[in-house]
């Protein structure tokens, strides 16, 4: 099995690319509407979105 990560691979991430701040403020904006999706479904308590919109 060849290398997964090459060093130039690993040289662009360690150098801050645009893209990667784009990147995580995706995949959090995803991870709050998942999580609030599931929270909806518990009904136990109310969400920060559902306060906050209150």
């Known amino acids: ?15 801050d690319p645009k893209i990667m701040p784009s990147s995580n403020f995706i995949a959090r904006l995803m991870d709050d509407i998942t999580s609030h999706k599931f929270e909806q ?13 209150k």
């Open 41 to 53: 479904k518990r009904r136990h308590v109310a969400s920060a979105i559902e306060c906050y919109m």
């Open 1 to 15: 099995m060849g290398e997964i990560v090459t060093k130039e691979a690993f040289d662009w991430v360690t150098s």
